[in-house]
């Protein structure tokens, strides 16, 4: 079933007609319950879902917390009124906010540039289901993909992102210079460092290569433990940094993250080149 301008296509029989997939009395048990505390804080109206209703205000600084109670309140939505394949999309949604949830903190900005990216995939979507009644196809079922850090238009916003707050935090060519000995590998947004005016301040590597650099037990790879240059670090499983671990990841790296250790870094050490 695809739903078209809230009509409903029965793809199987090819016929379209006006019943709507809304039953007020399973919504208001279905979704009021769990978008309460939502609506409350959010002025959401929860009872009216027409299209006359205003959308509640934006907030002026959003968290990455904005981004995903939506979604989490359109999860709800969909498993009630919406297809399967609509359902999964939603799903995949809101499983990757989740997994965005690793890499934060994450700035107002970079919030409202994902919320960008996420709505542009709904889009997508929408124009997908449009394109599959009129040509009896399936382009829609491809759309679901694109919630991946290999996304491409993902990939080019979290670039800008990553280069527009390094702008922002260095100001002055002085300050780039005095940080090229002390590029770290931690994908982790660059801190101001205080008390000690000789400690250089720690730059963090481009966003998309450290959303794409492998973890476990909650730590980040330092990128410098598998590179020729190496770890300052005399210990064979910790970094110099907390956030950071030594291991060595059992499937081969990310493009993106490969491509900067060779760039960065001096390439993989010689027992890693199978990485």
């Not at 296509?9 to 009021?32: D, K, Q, V, W």
């Not at 709904?122 to 599959?132: I, Q, T, V």
Request: net charge positive; glycine share 8%; charged share 25%.
């Amino acid at each position: 079933m695809i739903r078209r301008g809230g009509w409903t296509a029965n793809t199987a029989s090819g016929r379209l007609h006006g019943s709507r997939m809304f039953t007020p009395s399973r919504a208001r048990t279905t979704i009021e319950r769990p978008t309460r505390d939502y609506a409350n804080t959010s002025q959401l109206n929860a009872r009216n879902f027409s299209a006359g209703v205003d959308l509640p205000p934006l907030p002026r600084e959003p968290s990455h917390g904005d981004l995903k109670a939506p979604l989490g309140v359109l999860g709800t939505y969909s498993e009630e009124f919406f297809d399967p394949n609509t359902r999964r999309l939603v799903s995949a949604a809101k499983d990757f906010a989740e997994e965005l949830s690793d890499y934060e903190p994450w700035s107002s900005s970079e919030v409202k540039t994902l919320a960008f990216w996420f709505s542009n995939i709904f889009a997508a979507y929408r124009r997908s289901c449009e394109h599959d009644l009129d040509h009896g196809s399936a382009t829609r079922l491809d759309v679901r993909s694109r919630f991946s850090m290999q996304d491409p238009e993902l990939s080019g916003l979290l670039l800008k992102m990553s280069r527009q707050r390094m702008r922002m935090q260095l100001p002055s060519s002085a300050s780039v210079d005095a940080g090229r000995s002390n590029v770290q590998a931690t994908g982790l947004p660059t801190r101001s460092v205080r008390g000690n005016p000789k400690e250089a301040p720690k730059r963090q590597v481009p966003t998309e290569v450290g959303l794409a650099t492998p973890r476990q037990g909650g730590k980040q790879l330092c990128l410098r433990f598998i590179s020729a240059r190496g770890c300052p670090s005399a210990s064979a499983d910790r970094c110099t940094h907390s956030f950071l671990g030594h291991f060595v990841p059992t499937t081969k790296l990310d493009p993106v993250v490969k491509a900067h250790v060779q760039d960065k870094l001096g390439g993989l050490r010689p027992d890693l080149q199978h990485l």
